[in-house]
């Protein structure tokens, strides 16, 4: 199935998101994190992909198989290319194909000075529409409520998002978020400059003050008081954050599903429990 089916539930679509296992961790090891997921009815799940590195880009290729040929849950692998060739993903696309994964994340990736750059291709957009020379595949693509890091502007980056848009991307996933309104504000934006497919929020629930400030410092998102008094109060006390994290996430879901949001995408990181509980606590809220 493409994702771009999901959206014509009439209730907002609930995805999830994993990353493969440490290379010196068995690829096994997702199970117990699927078994978990499998649970929470998660309309689709996605797996990351590893910016460098064939070993782990191949787990992601055999989790999204697991997922959606023995979990049956459609799957949704990602694909960054900025340290691809054209060979290299054609043969990617291929391995994806024979597994009857049907659904790509087309991304660039972050450029790694430590690894020697190749310029088949420059941005996602020229991703978006190689994969769909290449196949009959569903593509999504990244979008940042925010901005990305290396836009002068929010006008270029939703001007490139428009791009990708035209280029065939048929849903877009956002970056990791804390306030709303920024999400809410970019959505509007987009819709004004024709971007009129659907886009599901991503959001990370806040369990441990370290993880978070690094993943923020990589992605440029922001941290809004209500948060930061969050950190202060209770970053060095694991358990009293994790209770305010999850309670801070569930409140943000349950704004933007109350908002009209198109679907909701969980970064689990690989933590089935975190996800159970934020899928319990908005069960009903999912079901309008
Ligand atoms: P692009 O769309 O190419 O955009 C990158 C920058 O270039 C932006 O500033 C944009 O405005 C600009 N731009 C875009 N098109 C053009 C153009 N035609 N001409 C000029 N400028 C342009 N990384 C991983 O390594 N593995 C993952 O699995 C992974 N998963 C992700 C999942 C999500 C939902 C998100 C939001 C990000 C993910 N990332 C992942 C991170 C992502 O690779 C980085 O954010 C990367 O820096 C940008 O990728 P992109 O596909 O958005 O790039």
Do not use: W
């Amino acid at each position: 199935m493409k994702i771009k089916e999901l959206f014509n539930q009439g209730r907002p679509v609930f995805s999830c998101e994993v990353f493969p296992p440490k290379k010196t961790a068995p690829v096994d090891s997702i199970y117990k994190t699927l078994d978990g997921l499998k649970d929470i009815k998660p309309d689709f799940i996605s797996v990351t992909f590893g910016a460098g590195g064939s070993q782990v880009n191949q787990s992601t290729r055999e989790i999204a198989s697991i997922i959606q040929n023995k979990y049956g849950i459609p799957a949704m692998a990602h694909l960054t290319c900025v340290n691809a060739t054209r060979g290299e993903v054609t043969a990617l696309l291929a391995g994806l194909k024979e597994e009857g994964v049907e659904n790509v994340l087309a991304l660039r990736g972050d450029r790694n000075p430590d690894l020697p750059p190749k310029t088949d291709f420059l941005h996602a957009d020229e991703l978006v529409s190689f994969i769909l020379r290449r196949g009959d595949f569903g593509v999504s693509a990244a979008c940042y409520p925010e901005g990305h890091p290396e836009s002068p502007d929010m006008l270029h980056d939703i001007r490139y998002l428009k791009q990708k848009v035209d280029a065939g991307a048929e849903h877009l996933v956002s970056q990791l978020f804390f306030d709303n309104e920024d999400f809410f504000r970019f959505v509007e934006r987009c819709r004004i400059a024709g971007i009129d497919v659907p886009i599901e929020a991503g959001i990370m629930p806040v369990l441990n003050r370290g993880s978070i400030e690094r993943m923020v410092s990589l992605c440029g998102a922001s941290i809004p008081r209500k948060l930061s008094r969050l950190l202060a109060k209770y970053g060095d006390h694991p358990e009293a954050l994790r209770q305010a994290g999850l309670a801070y996430a569930v409140e943000q879901i349950s704004d933007l599903i109350a908002g009209g949001v198109d679907g909701i995408h969980l970064y689990t990181m690989n933590n089935p429990a975190v996800a159970r509980h934020i899928s319990d606590s908005i069960s009903s809220i999912r079901a309008l």
